[in-house]
């Protein structure tokens, strides 16, 4: 990728953070619930009218639309989130809080995905149509056909209450907290991935160069290292990009499952308190994170496929 | 040839398993033992028995019965929602390819943004804003969705344009509505079809996700997300609570996924797997 395609990237990817906030805006000032209430219920007093109307005044939510979001979008652009609500401190600073579980658990799933998937899907590519496939390919269906929080539930009490295995309650980032959640969340990864993994393989195994150094006697598992895989690399990594999306979206449902201190949890909670800011926030810094991998993935092409490396095309 | 009468065999299989589960839903009062709202506080959290095939909740309804009217809730928001992003997404999509020009531009604008960003976290936090209930759900998810129809809607009209029988059209005088309607849509809708078919599943898990975390379906709705989300608080005691609800929501999602695979297949019989 060259300096002017990145420059183009950037403006694209402004562009769209600001629809993402004015839409996800405009949805909290069109939505029911009363923030400044729920707010003042925390406190468990009984408030009057006045003490509603100047919370209201304080958090600025009594001016029209538009001043209350150039007055948040002014500050974002300074660094400021303005403040949660319900966790009554700076929206940046709670998201922080939660982001290295997140992404802890993120990375883990990932790995533990590829881990699975890619020698699977290899396999089921080689023996295509044979025995071993058929079962690859049949538990990989299954696996697209349930939903993560019920397997995550089915481990919760197979592995965790009846056998033991792993302690149950969240509540704190640690090694063996981490298993089950991870495992959940890579089951439901690496069963769109296998398939994946397979038709990409499938699809370089049927080019002609591959026939021919088959009959020149290669071993084929010089051919699967030597040819398959670098080539099916690269729209494997394309893939790669998009199911981290889902990931970042399946990553609060399994978060709530195991009470794993991440953002998916907060982000409930903070819809919840309807705390605006946090929510806000994390959606904008989920927008980024996404964003940002997919930037990745399309430079790492640059330095992957020597076609792009030499300014051709 | 051979493949092609296993193919229809296959999807007329899986056609009479869809329109079993939709004879559940339908023929829910009929077909289940209690009333699913029929709190019995002297029964709950009963483990499954001949009385209740699948056990008793915390408020003493039966989950069978749960089960089959959640099939109900479950089918009556997948569907919906199908239908609404096909059809909006279609429409869209559509107009954009067939006018080109600005309003190509501003709509591809919007679909490039839409699909820019994961789509399932802007759904719970636009479920969740609007308030958690049936129809929020099916908003907040629609609205994330049908972009891919716009995309595939838009590129199939493109193709479209260059045929020899819409530029007769055209010189004959025919009026774009009339274009779009008579010449366009017939030809598109086949592979928009097949498209939403393919969706029903994820869509049915995606909703069921949005009830789990409570920005779906409320109680006492019997809807297997929502189930679910119950059963968890009593998953030491009363494991089955959990157990069959999944388990509901894993065989619909399974047998629509096989069907919607079979309606591509016999749609498009030169495809190889």
């Known amino acids: 990728m060259k300096g002017k395609e990145l420059v183009h990237r950037l403006i694209q990817m402004l562009i769209t953070l600001f629809g993402v906030s004015l839409l996800t805006f405009s949805l909290m000032y069109l939505s029911p619930g009363d923030p400044v209430e729920m707010l003042l219920e925390v406190a468990d007093t009984i408030v009057s009218e006045e003490t509603i109307a100047e919370t209201r005044a304080q958090l600025g939510l009594d001016k029209p639309f538009h001043v209350q979001y150039f007055r948040w979008l002014a500050g974002v652009l300074q660094g400021d989130m303005g403040m949660s609500y319900s966790a009554k401190m700076p929206v940046a600073d709670r998201l922080w809080q939660s982001l290295p579980g997140t992404m802890v658990l993120a990375a883990s799933a990932t790995v533990t995905m590829l881990l699975i998937s890619v020698p699977c899907g290899i396999l089921s590519a080689v023996y295509r149509n044979r025995p071993l496939d058929y079962l690859i390919r049949g538990i990989s269906f299954l696996g697209v056909s349930m939903p993560s929080f019920w397997v995550g539930l089915i481990l919760l009490y197979v592995l965790g209450l009846k056998l033991r295995l792993f302690p149950i309650a969240g509540g704190e980032v640690s090694f063996d907290r981490m298993i089950l959640p991870t495992l959940t969340l890579s089951i439901a990864m690496a069963a769109k991935y296998t398939r994946q993994v397979r038709t990409a393989v499938l699809e370089e195994l049927g080019q002609e160069y591959i026939t021919g150094a088959r009959i020149r006697g290669f071993p084929m598992h010089k051919i699967l290292w030597r040819h398959v895989l670098p080539n099916a690399c690269l729209p494997l990594i394309t893939l790669l990009g998009l199911q981290i999306g889902w990931l970042l979206g399946g990553v609060a449902v399994i978060e709530m499952v195991f009470s794993w201190p991440g953002l998916g949890k907060m982000a409930v909670h903070a819809i919840e308190m309807r705390d605006y800011p946090l929510v806000q926030g994390f959606v904008l810094w989920i927008a980024v994170l996404y964003m940002g991998i997919n930037l990745l993935v399309d430079i790492s092409y640059t330095y992957l496929d020597p076609r792009l490396k030499k300014g051709g095309c | ?273």
Request: hydrophobic share 55%.
């Open chain 2, 1 to 273: 040839m051979g493949k092609l009468i296993k193919d229809k065999f296959l999807f007329w299989l899986y056609t009479f398993f869809v329109l079993l589960i939709l004879g559940f839903a339908i023929f829910a009062p009929w077909l289940a033992p209690y009333d699913p709202y029929d709190a019995v506080m002297r029964q709950s959290l009963q483990a499954p028995s001949d009385g209740h095939l699948f056990g008793t909740d915390k408020l003493g309804r039966d989950c069978l019965s749960r089960i089959i009217y959640g099939a109900r809730t479950s089918l009556m928001m997948t569907l919906s929602l199908v239908a609404v992003i096909t059809v909006v997404g279609t429409f869209i999509g559509v107009l954009a390819g067939y006018m080109g020009g600005k309003i190509d531009t501003v709509l591809m604008r919007i679909v490039d943004m839409m699909l820019a960003f994961p789509g399932i976290v802007l759904a719970i936090a636009i479920a969740g804003m609007l308030g958690g209930n049936i129809v929020n759900a099916i908003l907040a998810l629609a609205a994330v969705s049908w972009t891919k129809y716009a995309r595939l809607g838009r590129s199939l009209t493109l193709k479209l344009r260059q045929r020899d029988f819409i530029a007769a059209a055209v010189t004959s005088g025919s009026r774009p509505l009339h274009i779009l309607w008579r010449h366009i849509l017939p030809n598109i809708l086949p592979t928009i079809v097949v498209t939403a078919a393919m969706d029903i599943g994820t869509m049915i898990m995606e909703l069921a996700g949005l009830s789990f975390l409570g920005f779906g379906a409320q109680p006492p709705t019997p809807e297997w997300g929502l189930m679910l989300n119950e059963g968890r608080q009593h998953i030491q005691t009363a494991p089955w609570l959990m157990l069959y609800p999944g388990a509901a929501i894993l065989i619909v999602v399974t047998i629509f996924n096989l069907w919607g695979d079979s309606l591509r297949d016999i749609m498009d019989p030169q495809r190889v797997n």
